[in-house]
């Protein structure tokens, strides 16, 4: 099968509102979406980061820079503000070029994400 765009799904939640703790989680939820599915970094075309209105302290592409990402087209913006959504979650969709079919991929939910209601959930 030829190579064909494919997205990639991955949320994490912050207990606190720092930028330590951001970089801490967008980081370990970046490493787990790599590492669970063999992506690497020539297989990345861009990423688009979403963050809930109740964090402030960094931007989750800033956090994402020192995994040597910084090189990558990488956009924030900001999560829908649902009544009973997840606080302080920050969502990932990773657009890749790669071989694999859709079902193949494996999407990360990470802390109080876990819980997360995602039919694309994994």
């Known amino acids: ?6 997205a990639l799904r991955g949320a ?4 606190v509102d720092t930028t330590e703790h951001m970089a801490e989680r967008v980081q370990a939820l970046l490493r787990e979406m790599l590492e669970r599915n063999a ?12 963050a809930t ?3 402030h302290a960094m931007f ?9 990402l910084g090189d990558l087209p990488l956009l ?3 999560e829908l ?17 790669t071989e694999r079919v859709p079902h193949d991929l494996r999407h990360v939910y990470l802390e109080n994400a876990r819980g997360l209601n995602d039919e694309l959930r994994t």
Do not use: K, Q, W, Y
């Open 1 to 6: 099968m030829p190579p064909a765009v494919r």
């Open 12 to 15: 994490t939640t912050l207990d």
């Open 39 to 50: 992506v690497h970094h020539d297989d990345i075309i861009s990423i688009i980061f979403t």
């Open 53 to 55: 209105d109740d964090l």
């Open 60 to 68: 989750p592409a800033t956090a994402a820079r020192p995994l040597g």
């Open 76 to 78: 924030c913006a900001r």
């Open 81 to 97: 503000n649902i009544e009973g959504a997840t606080p302080r979650c920050v969502r990932i969709l990773m657009h890749l070029s």
